[in-house]
């Protein structure tokens, strides 16, 4: 089946590590996403990418880094300098722009917790 | 700053009583409009959208929305719910001119008692 897979699941860090979060989709899909999900704040745009070797900055950029060397795979580095890294992390997909848009497809998720 | 807005933070209600879940956004011009549900341990799906057309969606699992343009609003409904819909639900706008850019809603979970 196609799809969208996030490892780990779960995540611990301790303070002044990075971490890497895994992402990848089989969907062929040209666009990736990672979003934070906080209690009450819903999700929010890390950092997203519209094609290989490209990638923007999103709402909350800071403490974080990506990579987009691989149209499948979209890892997502959270840095020493991210001050609140406890959180739920959501990778997202999707193809085509403009009118021919589709919805994102979302991974499961890969919860980060701060030892 | 552009924003999406869902008021209702929690909802508790009876099976059989219906739901409705506001979402009002703050952006001008066209706009593609979604609705997301997050059920207990599962990943987020989509539950409908609205690109043109019809103001009236019909999505999954007996849900709709309306987009009323005048009011910057996308709410969802649902007739008669049941304890199967207790989930979180976000609402989440996409402005064309901004690429691929979804905005959420701070979300609102819904506990539907039996």
Not at chain 1, 95 to 114: A, C, E, K
Request: glycine content about 10%.
């Amino acid at each position: 089946d196609g799809g969208i897979t996030q490892s780990p699941k779960y995540l611990f860090r301790k303070e002044g590590q990075n971490v890497t979060l895994s992402c990848e989709q089989n969907l062929n899909h040209d666009a990736m996403y990672w979003y934070r999900q906080d209690p009450g704040q819903g999700l929010r745009l890390i950092y997203y990418s519209q094609i290989v070797n490209d990638f923007q900055k999103g709402d909350i950029a800071e403490g974080y880094s990506v990579s987009r060397e691989k149209k499948e795979s979209f890892p997502l580095t959270v840095t020493s300098a991210q001050k609140n890294p406890t959180a739920f992390y959501l990778c997202a997909s999707s193809t085509g722009q403009g009118t021919v848009y589709q919805p994102q497809h979302f991974g499961d998720g890969t919860r980060l917790s701060i030892l | 700053a552009q924003s999406v807005s869902q008021h209702n933070h929690h909802v508790i209600l009876s099976e059989a009583a219906s739901l409705e879940l506001g979402c009002n956004y703050s952006y001008g011009g066209t706009v593609n409009l979604f609705w997301y549900v997050q059920y207990p341990g599962q990943h987020l799906q989509l539950l409908l959208k609205y690109f043109s057309g019809d103001p009236l969606v019909k999505g999954i699992k007996g849900f709709e929305a309306e987009f009323i343009k005048s009011k910057f609003s996308f709410n969802l409904r649902k007739p008669s719910v049941q304890w199967s819909d207790t989930a979180e639900y976000f609402c989440a706008v996409r402005h064309p001119a901004a690429g691929n850019k979804l905005t959420f809603g701070g979300g609102t979970r819904v506990l539907v008692k039996p």
